[in-house]
């Protein structure tokens, strides 16, 4: 380290001691958080609430197709493609705002007051979905835009607390439980609701107020369970009070966002691991998002069927999370990672070939095995490469989290415009090889290097303390 970057850097503050790390107390709770919502993914996003809007739909139009045009806004817009608009907007949303959040999080000290303000958002938003009926779907698809965003806001603050509350070997590790708890609490939740649906005559029920009732208990589970890593995490001590003396919460939210950019311009490496999973998100997001209309549309399945493929991807996706951080403790993460991202390519030629039956679940469970692991080792892999002990741990997310709400939206139009040029959602499949390989060749530029940037010199305006990758 230089003496000039020695005087320069910001040190880390001090108050960050006392913060423990690997306390099991503590990391417990912090999983429990993916217990609590990562229900919202799997009954809102996933599994029932596209088939009951797919239904509502019908009602509404009169017809037997969930692509029929609706009157929403004074605009006549398919019914699919208005919930397709509906994520794209909740997503374009957060990543414009959430920068600005979670620095004003990181120098305020209120990373748990931000999280638990998103994720009663969402909460209750899910719970509020228990209205939605065809008189309100206009208004539903606006409950379901402020649940998509509570869900994305949260997650944010979520994350930003691993580099806190775990030493560096551990990330992997803890990174892997939280995917695993919320596969397992998630899977649990959606067996509740798919009996209350298909034994709703048993329990003197209608089918559609059984399914709303899925959507409360949704609200109801994330909000309850999310008091576990409510009262367990820690708050973080944010910056000394005298820092905001001058200009305040709202001035100086800003100038710590600039300061984070500006920094990045000096991280080489997390310039690199960004550009990575942007592209190579692309493709894991979008068939993740489109693998129930793939086998709706393309393949024929029967609901059931879906809803079964969606329970297969969960559970695999729990031995998948585990397996490949165990994995990446033996090669590294960029090889762990990059071996998971030359399967996600053979899948793309796998879904250009696959048809219904045997084949279909195949690859669903080929699928749920990357995916977990490809998302767990992404959040402990940046975990690695942001500066060591830096007080904006918040801020340094949202750009983790902008890349990837960004590269949903990307990848999710690119799938979309193919298929509708070229008449098949196969090509659509085969053409996401394409960011795998972009980002398999990003992520070997990482390879052979130390993760974490060495520090810089005195004309980086740095805000924490790098220090050499362990």
């Avoid at 994305?152 to 990174?175: M, Q, W």
Wanted: include cysteine.
């Amino acid at each position: 380290m230089t003496p000039a970057s020695t005087a320069t850097a910001a040190a880390p503050d001090a108050s960050f001691d006392n913060i423990p790390k690997d306390d099991k107390r503590i990391t417990r709770g912090w999983t429990f958080y993916d217990w609590a919502n990562s229900v919202y993914p799997l009954v809102i996003t996933s599994s029932i609430f596209p088939i009951y809007w797919g239904a509502m739909v019908k009602q509404v139009t009169g017809t037997d197709s969930g692509k029929s045009p609706i009157n929403f806004l004074g605009f006549q817009v398919p019914g699919s493609s208005l919930l397709t608009y509906a994520i794209s907007a909740a997503f374009l949303f957060i990543a414009i705002i959430s920068p600005f959040l979670t620095s004003l999080a990181d120098f305020s000290g209120r990373k748990k007051l931000f999280m638990q303000i998103f994720c009663y958002l969402g909460a209750a938003s899910c719970a509020a979905l228990f209205f939605f009926t065809p008189d309100t779907l206009t208004a539903s698809t606006f409950v379901f835009i402020s649940a998509t965003i509570g869900f994305s806001g949260s997650i944010v603050f979520y994350n930003s607390y691993l580099p806190l509350i775990s030493s560096e070997e551990k990330y992997d590790s803890l990174s892997a439980r939280g995917f695993s708890m919320g596969y397992i609490g998630s899977v649990l939740l959606l067996l509740v609701c798919l009996g209350l649906i298909m034994g709703h005559e048993k329990l003197g029920l209608e089918e559609g107020f059984a399914t709303r009732l899925a959507f409360l208990l949704t609200g109801i589970w994330w909000a309850g369970f999310a008091q576990i890593p409510f009262l367990t995490l820690p708050a973080d001590p944010g910056r000394p009070a005298s820092a905001a003396a001058d200009s305040g919460w709202l001035l100086n939210g800003f100038r710590e966002l600039g300061k984070v950019w500006a920094q990045l311009q000096q991280l080489p490496n997390l310039k690199r691991f960004l550009l990575a999973y942007f592209t190579y998100n692309m493709g894991v997001q979008t068939v993740m998002y489109v693998a129930t209309i793939f086998g709706d549309e393309e393949l024929k399945l029967e609901s059931s069927a879906l809803i079964l493929t969606i329970l297969l991807l969960q559970i695999v996706g729990i031995l998948g999370a585990y397996l490949f951080a165990k994995l990446s403790e033996r090669i590294g993460n960029t090889r762990a990672l990059s071996w998971a991202v030359l399967i996600w390519m053979l899948i793309c030629v796998g879904g250009y070939f696959v048809q219904a039956g045997w084949s279909f679940y195949a690859l669903a469970a080929v699928i749920g095995l990357t995916m977990g692991a490809v998302q767990s080792l992404s959040r402990s892999t940046y975990s690695k490469i942001i500066p060591e002990n830096t007080p904006n741990t918040a801020a340094f997310f949202s750009f983790f989290d902008v890349t990837e709400k960004l590269s949903i939206v990307i990848g999710t139009a690119v799938f979309g415009i193919i298929a509708q040029v070229t008449g098949s959602m196969r090509n659509s499949i085969l053409s996401l090889i394409v960011f795998f390989i972009l980002g398999l060749i990003f992520l070997l530029r990482l390879r052979g290097k130390k993760l974490r940037d060495e520090p810089t010199t005195a004309a980086t305006p740095a805000i924490g303390m790098p220090a050499s990758a362990k």
